[in-house]
């Protein structure tokens, strides 16, 4: 399958606990935010989103914490399951700007343990 | 719904040969179009971008180009490819003037021996 995450840092946990992945951001004037899930061999696929105009997003199993102060991003996955295994990715952008491009993290692997 | 497609899934070329990858989106209309490459153990680098049919933004020099001859196809391209131009070549979208999720295409693994 796709080598994707040979060097990334790893979170190892057991099936129901929960997961907290962290990123810190580069740009302080990043104001919206997207958690990514890619699998081996696959894209990413989008988790949640949150703006610079919260601190806290809730999805189903999924909430995002986001400190501007610090420029920190956090997701936190409750109950993690085996099917949660993958590599996470933050991505931050500036929306008021032509490209709208995203800028990517370096990801971390979640294993999750049976 | 919209979808997203790559193809080839994987290609295997010899280096100097030339690239054609190819990215459609479905469901939508003027779409912005983003080419991204990811080598192994890596995170996402933007390559190039489009927003609108014509219209593209080269994000790093490269052995590499794009275009878009039509609304909702994305083509990367290359006269001869290097070695270094291996990894995992990944298409995506978004609605213009709406949110800023890109949604990703399941990607193009290319090997350059």
């Known amino acids: 399958g796709e080598s994707v995450g040979l060097h990334l840092p790893t979170l190892s946990v057991q099936e129901g606990d929960n997961s907290i992945i962290n990123c810190a951001y580069s740009n302080s004037a990043s104001d919206y935010f997207i958690w990514y899930k890619q699998e081996s061999g696959k894209g990413p696929q989008f988790i949640i989103d949150?703006?610079?105009?919260?601190d806290k997003r809730q999805g189903q199993r999924v909430t995002v914490l986001l400190n501007k102060t610090v420029k920190h991003l956090s997701l936190q996955i409750a109950a993690t399951q085996p099917g949660d295994s993958a590599v996470y990715f933050c991505a931050e952008t500036l929306m008021d700007t032509g490209r709208r491009a995203l800028t990517f993290g370096s990801g971390t692997r979640l294993q999750v343990q049976p | 719904s919209q979808t997203i497609h790559q193809w080839p899934a994987t290609l295997v070329q010899p280096v100097g040969s030339p690239l054609s990858l190819e990215c459609t989106v479905e469901?939508?209309?003027?779409?912005?179009l983003y080419w991204y490459r990811q080598a192994a153990g890596r995170g996402l680098q933007l390559l190039f971008y489009s927003v609108g049919i014509g219209q593209i933004s080269s994000e790093v020099p490269q052995n590499l180009s794009a275009s878009r001859p039509q609304d909702r196809q994305f083509i990367l391209s290359s006269k001869k490819l290097l070695l270094s131009d291996s990894g995992f070549y990944l298409c995506?979208?978004?609605?213009?003037?709406?949110?800023?999720?890109?949604?990703f295409g399941p990607g193009t693994r290319l090997l350059v021996l």
């Open positions: 469901g939508t209309s003027n779409p912005n």
């Open positions: 949150i703006r610079s105009n919260m």
């Open positions: 995506a979208w978004r609605r213009p003037l709406k949110k800023e999720t890109q949604y």
